[in-house]
């Protein structure tokens, strides 16, 4: 049974909380910064890759900045905090309730985002990948065996979280139709405990966005 205390949002209830989280996703306007635009071009009306989350990047344009960070020193919150900021909550007590023990300081969100065979070595440990959406295909390949192909594990995060270290494991997604999302939960920020705002206290697992 869900705890109460994050009732909230969702039901504790897998493909209910999909289709809520769906509902939230779509709601939002994704577009792709630089980095994810080298590494897929996707036109802005189809889609894109974002954080929501915190970045050593504090600036928007040469003349403008990023709104600093309330949890990080020296670093700003990107553009998605600042235009839903009630998605931190959102994002909190979905993680609180299918990966409650996992820790995480960034959630990267996809929206029809076909990301090529990489992998994320400014990551710290495992992700926790979730997908939502009307689409057919579009699974997560991760190769396990570095050139023995046959290491290559295909997941299906629409069913359930999937986890796995994508510092050290080649990883993309396979071709699909309709329209898929999905949320990468992870932790990028090495040694954040020193680097929290002084009187900053977090109270959840999750520990994100306090």
């Not at 994050?6 to 039901?11: A, L, Q």
């Not at 046959?150 to 139709?177: M, Q």
Request: aromatic fraction near 16%; charge should be neutral; hydrophobic fraction near 35%.
């Amino acid at each position: 049974m869900m705890n109460e205390f994050w009732s909230n949002y969702f039901t504790g209830e897998w493909e209910i909380d999909n289709k809520i989280m769906e509902s939230y996703l779509s709601d939002m306007v994704i577009v792709s910064g630089t980095a994810r635009n080298k590494m897929a071009k996707v036109k802005k009306s189809i889609g894109g890759s974002a954080l929501y989350g915190h970045t050593w990047k504090t600036y928007l344009s040469p003349t403008k900045n990023k709104t600093p960070s309330t949890v990080f020193k020296n670093m700003a919150q990107s553009k998605l905090v600042d235009d839903h900021p009630e998605m931190a909550e959102i994002f909190k007590e979905f993680a609180s309730i299918y990966f409650p023990d996992f820790f995480y300081t960034q959630v990267t969100i996809n929206k029809n985002f076909p990301a090529p065979a990489h992998t994320d070595s400014s990551n710290t440990g495992v992700s926790y990948l979730c997908c939502f959406g009307d689409y057919e295909g579009g699974l997560t390949a991760v190769d396990y065996g570095g050139r023995d192909k046959a290491r290559v594990v295909k997941e299906n995060g629409r069913k359930a979280p999937v986890t796995f270290d994508g510092s050290k494991f080649c990883h993309w997604v396979e071709p699909w139709t309709g329209n898929r999302y999905s949320l990468v939960f992870y932790n990028n920020i090495k040694n954040w405990e020193s680097k929290l705002i002084e009187g900053q206290t977090w109270i959840a697992s999750n520990h994100v966005f306090e």
